[in-house]
C-alpha cells in the first residue's frame, strides 16, 4: 500500500515548534493541495496542539514517497529550517504507519491517554482530506477503520472511564446525587479562579437560579453579572444555604467559614435534599466532618484531585488490552487490504484457468464420444479440476503472505506477464 | 404425551435468570456491551419459560408460591423493560437476586393441592390489588438497595463513573417515592377487599392472628408511617430507604404464609 507517515507530537517536538508547524485554517487545505501536485500521492494532515503528522500513500506504485521529502516539504511549507525540525520528526510505514495512526485514533498516544477529542481530531482530518479530493483508496480505508478502530477501543476497554479535569469530575459528583437541575439553586461563595471554570460547567446544567455571595458585595456583583446570577449579602449566607442544593466555594479566607456547628443548624432548617459542596478553596472553606453522603456530600479540592489521578491511573490498566486490540485490527487491516489488492488478480487467474479447462474437457469428451460412460466423465472432470487447483494454490498462496512491497509488487508483475493476464 | 410448554419447569426460567445475573456480575467486572445484551436476551427468554409456566399450570395466584412466582415474573419484566430503556443502569445486579429469591421461596413453599380462593369477586379483587401492591412495594425495595448503594459510593467518594453504574440519589429517591404511591393507595383498597371478602365467607374478624392477614395489617402500617414521615416530618433519603426495605421484610412474610381461603388457618 506504500503507506507513510511524517510528523511529530508533544513526545518528541516542543510546542513552540508545534505552533510554527500547525496546518490551521486555510493552510490545510493548501498543503493537501500541494502534497498531491508534488508527489502525485494520497494525502491527509493530522495537525492538533499536541501533533502534526502527513500520512501520504501511494497505491499502485512500487515505492512509498520518501519520507524525507515530505519532511522537507513540512519545513519549508511553513518556513521553517529543515535542520530546525529533522531531529523532532518521526518516521513510520506500513503496518507501522497503520498501527501508529490507530493508536493515535484511540488516544493511546494522547498527552492524557483516553481523552475523546482526539478521535474527532482524526475524524475532521480526514474529511479535510476526503473535501480536498486527497484521500484516495489507501487513506479511505485507513483513516474509516482508524474511526472504528477508536470506537472499538472505547466501547471494549475502560480507557475513556471519568472524567480528568478537576471541573467536570466535580460535575459528574453533582450528577450523582442531582438528576433535574430546572429546580436547582446554585449558590456560588468567594471568586476564586478555580470557581469560575467550574461554574462554567455547572451553568451547562441550566439550574432554576445562581446566587453569589461574597464578602467584598462589588465582587459578588461582578460575578453574578459574569454567569447570569443574582449577588447577595454576606449576611445573608446562612439563609441562602438553607436554600441551596449545589454549593461552589472558593473564597481566600484563611480559615474555614463554615464549621461544622454552625453547618449543623442550618442543615436544622433545610427541607430540601442532599446538598453537594464543592469545596474548592484552598484552605479548606467548609468542616470536612460534615460530609455525610446523605444529606451533605461535601468534596474538596484534595478529593477531586485524587478522582482525576485515580482515573488517570485506572486507564493505564486498560492500555495493554487497546493494545491488542490494535494489534488484530492492523493484522486485518493488511489481511483486507491485501485482499482488496490481490482479489482481481486471482480473480482473473481463476477464471482464465477455469476457461481453459472447460475448453480442453470439452474437446476431449467430443472426440472420446460415446466411448465414455458419464462416471468416467465425472473422473476425468474431476481430475482436470484437481489439477487445476493444485496448480494455482501456490501463486495464490504466495500472492496472501505477509510480502513486503517492493517484492509484492513484482510478485503481481510476474504472474501477469507469466501467464498473460492483462491490466 | 406433555406438550412443549407442559415441559417447562422452574428450573428453565430460574436458571435464565442466573445465568443472565452472572453475565451482569462478568459486565461488573469486565465491562463489555456483548455481555449485557446476551443477558437481556436470556432473560427474554427466561421471560418465555415463565409466562409459559404460569399459564400451563395454571398455578392460584392466591397461594403463597403462585403469588411469588407472579411477582418474580413482574419483577422480570421491569428489568428486562428498565434494561432496554436505561441500559446504561445495573439493572441485573439488584433485580435478577430479587427474581431469583422469590422463585426459590416460591418452591420452597409450594402446596401441591391448594384450594381455590380467588372464585368470589371480593376474592379476585383482594387477591390481585395486593399483588399489583406486592410489585410497587418490590419496586421500591429495589429502588431503596440502589440508594443506599449510591449513597455508600458517595460516602466514601469513589470516582463517578467507575464501577457500579447507578442512577442519581434524587432519581432513585423519586423512584421509591413513586412506588411507594403506587402500592399504598392498592395495599388499602386490597386491606379493605380483604374483610368484604371475610363478610362474603360469614367470618368476619374470625381469625385476627392469621400471619398473612397480621404482615398485610402490618405492612400497611408501615406504609402510613413512611407516608407519614415523607410528607408530614419531611425525612428524606437513607430513611425512607430503610422503611421501604422493612416493609419488603414484610411483604415477604405476607406472600410466603397461606391465605386464610387457601389453606389457612380458616375453612
Known amino acids: 500500500m506504500n503507506l507513510l507517515c511524517v510528523g511529530g507530537s508533544f513526545k518528541t517536538m516542543p510546542i513552540e515548534l508545534r505552533e510554527k508547524l500547525a496546518f490551521d485554517g486555510p493552510k490545510l487545505p493548501a498543503a493537501l493541495n500541494e502534497l498531491a501536485s508534488r508527489y502525485g500521492c494520497e494525502s491527509a494532515i493530522v495537525s492538533t496542539c499536541n501533533r502534526v503528522e502527513i500520512y501520504v500513500a501511494r497505491a499502485g506504485a512500487p515505492t512509498a514517497p520518501d519520507a524525507e521529502l515530505i519532511a522537507e516539504f513540512i519545513a519549508q511549507f511553513h518556513d521553517v529550517r529543515y535542520d530546525q525540525i529533522r531531529a523532532s520528526m518521526y518516521t513510520r510505514t506500513n503496518d507501522a504507519a497503520a498501527a501508529h495512526l490507530f493508536r493515535v485514533t484511540s488516544s493511546l498516544d494522547s498527552l492524557i491517554v483516553g481523552e475523546g477529542q482526539i478521535a474527532g481530531q482524526v475524524k475532521k482530518a480526514y474529511e479535510a482530506a476526503h473535501v480536498a479530493g486527497s484521500a484516495g483508496v489507501v487513506l479511505h480505508a485507513l483513516f474509516q477503520q482508524a474511526l472504528a478502530v477508536a470506537k472499538r477501543v472505547r466501547t471494549q476497554t475502560g480507557i475513556s472511564h471519568g472524567h480528568v479535569s478537576v471541573s467536570s469530575v466535580a460535575v459528574d459528583y453533582v450528577r450523582q446525587v442531582h438528576h433535574h437541575f430546572g429546580d436547582k439553586t446554585i449558590l456560588v461563595i468567594g471568586a476564586g479562579k478555580m470557581g469560575v471554570l467550574t461554574l462554567k460547567h455547572l451553568r451547562e446544567l441550566k439550574p432554576e437560579r445562581i446566587l453569589v455571595a461574597n464578602r467584598s458585595p462589588e465582587k459578588a456583583q461582578a460575578v453574578a453579572q459574569e454567569c447570569g446570577g443574582t449577588a447577595i449579602a454576606w449576611e445573608q449566607l446562612d439563609d441562602a444555604l438553607v436554600e441551596a442544593d449545589i454549593v461552589l466555594s472558593t473564597t481566600g479566607a484563611p480559615e474555614p467559614i463554615m464549621p461544622r456547628r454552625r453547618f449543623d443548624a442550618i442543615l436544622a432548617r433545610r427541607s430540601r435534599g442532599t446538598m453537594v459542596i464543592l469545596d474548592i478553596a484552598v484552605p479548606r472553606d467548609f468542616d470536612p466532618r460534615i460530609h455525610d453522603g446523605d444529606r451533605a456530600c461535601l468534596f474538596n479540592v484534595d478529593d477531586l484531585k485524587r478522582i482525576q489521578e485515580q482515573t488517570i491511573q485506572e486507564r493505564q490498566q486498560h492500555i495493554q488490552p487497546a493494545e491488542a486490540i490494535i494489534e488484530q485490527e492492523v493484522k486485518r487491516f493488511l489481511n483486507d487490504w491485501r485482499r482488496k489488492k490481490n482479489g482481481p488478480i486471482i480473480a482473473q487467474l481463476t477464471q482464465e484457468f477455469e476457461r481453459e479447462r472447460q475448453r480442453i474437457v470439452t474437446e476431449l469428451f467430443a472426440k472420446m464420444n460415446g466411448k465414455l460412460s458419464e462416471e468416467e466423465k465425472k473422473h476425468i472432470e474431476g481430475a482436470f479440476k484437481l489439477l487445476q487447483n493444485r496448480f494455482l494454490h501456490g501463486p495464490i498462496s504466495v500472492l496472501a503472505e505477509d510480502t513486503p512491497e517492493p517484492t509484492q509488487h513484482n510478485l503481481l508483475d510476474a504472474l501477469r506477464k507469466l501467464f498473460r493476464l492483462e491490466r | 404425551m406433555l406438550t412443549f410448554p407442559q415441559k417447562i419447569t422452574v428450573m428453565c426460567f430460574a436458571a435464565s435468570y442466573g445465568v443472565a445475573f452472572s453475565l451482569e456480575l462478568w459486565h461488573l467486572l469486565r465491562p463489555r456491551p456483548i455481555l449485557r445484551y446476551v443477558a437481556l436476551g436470556i432473560s427474554g427468554a427466561g421471560l418465555f419459560a415463565h409466562i409459559a409456566y404460569l399459564t400451563v399450570q395454571d398455578l392460584p395466584l392466591g397461594s403463597p408460591s403462585g403469588a411469588l412466582l407472579f411477582v418474580a415474573f413482574i419483577l422480570a419484566v421491569f428489568y428486562v423493560g428498565e434494561a432496554i430503556h436505561h441500559g446504561r443502569i445495573a439493572w441485573g445486579l439488584f433485580v435478577l437476586p430479587l427474581v431469583l429469591g422469590l422463585i426459590g421461596l416460591g418452591v420452597l413453599v409450594h402446596n401441591p393441592n391448594p384450594a381455590a380462593s380467588w372464585q368470589s369477586y371480593w376474592g379476585v379483587t383482594h387477591g390481585a390489588l395486593l399483588l399489583l401492591a406486592a410489585v410497587g412495594v418490590s419496586i421500591g425495595f429495589i429502588a431503596s438497595v440502589m440508594y443506599l448503594v449510591q ?79 415523607r410528607y408530614r416530618v419531611h425525612v428524606r433519603g437513607r430513611q425512607m430507604a430503610w422503611w421501604t426495605m422493612i416493609a419488603f421484610v414484610i411483604l415477604v412474610i405476607a406472600l410466603v404464609f397461606p391465605h386464610p381461603f387457601d389453606g389457612g388457618a380458616m375453612p
Not at chain 2, 172 to 200: C, D, H, K, V
Not at chain 2, 208 to 214: A, C, S
Request: glycine share 6%.
Open chain 2, 151 to 229: 449513597l455508600r459510593r458517595l460516602q466514601a467518594k469513589l470516582p463517578p463513573g467507575q464501577g457500579l453504574s447507578l442512577f442519581s440519589l434524587e432519581r432513585l429517591e423519586q423512584m421509591n417515592r413513586r412506588a411507594i404511591l403506587w402500592a399504598f393507595p392498592l395495599l388499602t383498597a386490597g386491606l379493605l377487599s380483604g374483610f368484604a371478602l371475610q363478610i362474603y365467607n360469614d367470618v368476619l374478624l374470625a381469625d385476627w392472628f392469621n400471619p398473612r392477614i397480621l404482615s398485610v395489617i402490618g405492612l400497611w402500617l408501615v406504609f402510613a408511617i413512611l407516608l407519614y414521615l
